[in-house]
């Protein structure tokens, strides 16, 4: 391990994920973002970029494989000129995965509007600004789409824009009573647990792309939610919605095989980002 100030970098995780980064130069860095608190930050940095994203996994927010998009599309952003970060859960968070009680980080939706994690954001932000010499966008997916509108209110000069995809919008009562094992583990109770339109979402000042799949079928993710999201981005210098109507499902209706995650669509909906991104990047 290289420790470099508070950021130290296995070389092992280097090498790992420069399997996934094709042409990047790939990095695995453990960053300190609060005293005693380590965040996994996965890094892949062209040789050049015109713009960066910090993508935020959705469920437990855990780095767990690069199976499910748009993990598996990050050397398409590489190809296009666009530094990406996929950041980790933080390391005081232990808890549920699907498995049972695990040594893993994860956070719980509760946890992603928390000032530990708004801290945890600014941080991370402000090391790929630093790394790829670009403004973040902040990618959230699903559950992720709470931490990319958090980080979007956040604002400050390191924020380039803001992209929700199959946000998690409304999470109706009956969940919270459920024996699913996943709900359980994410969910704490509605006092606390905050979807994206439970957020300031009016003091996003940055531009703001929403994507959504018109069947999604996956909980808290209703695709109604994207035009409600929609009038209140009422500060975004720019703003747009993509509703996408194709693909397939197959199995676990918020799984890879599924609308939720665009199954047969992530060549597409890729494509369509990044042209949002080059077309609102200073």
Known sequence: MLSIGKISITV??????????????????????????????????PETSTASILILRG???????????????????NRADIAVAVMDAPSNRKGLSRGGPVNRSMLRLADRSSNGHKTDLKKTIA?????????????????????????????????AGVILMSSVTAIHKDVYASDNPIARAILTRPS???????????????????????????????????????????????TEMLTYSGGYQSG?????????????????????????IKANSK
């Open 12 to 45: 092992a995780g280097w090498l790992a994920v420069a399997i996934v980064g094709g042409c990047a130069t790939s990095g695995l860095t453990r960053l300190e973002t609060r005293p005693g608190v380590t965040v996994r930050v996965d890094t892949f940095i």
């Open 59 to 77: 469920r437990f927010g855990n780095i767990t494989d690069y199976k499910y998009f748009p993990l598996t599309t990050v050397s398409t952003f």
């Open 127 to 159: 090391f790929l600004k630093r790394k790829s010499g670009k403004p973040v966008w902040v990618f959230g997916v699903s559950m992720g789409s709470v931490s990319a509108a958090v980080a979007g209110i956040l604002g400050g000069p390191d924020l």
């Open 252 to 276: 676990d209706v918020c799984g890879v095989n599924a609308y939720h995650l665009f199954a047969g669509l992530t060549s597409e909906v890729t494509d369509a980002i990044i042209k949002f």
């Open 192 to 238: 606390i647990d905050k979807t994206v339109l439970d957020l300031a979402v009016e003091k996003i000042v940055a531009p703001t792309l929403v994507v959504r799949h018109e069947k999604d079928g996956c909980t808290g993710s209703d695709p109604a939610g994207g035009p409600k999201i929609m009038a209140r981005l009422t500060n975004a210098p720019k």
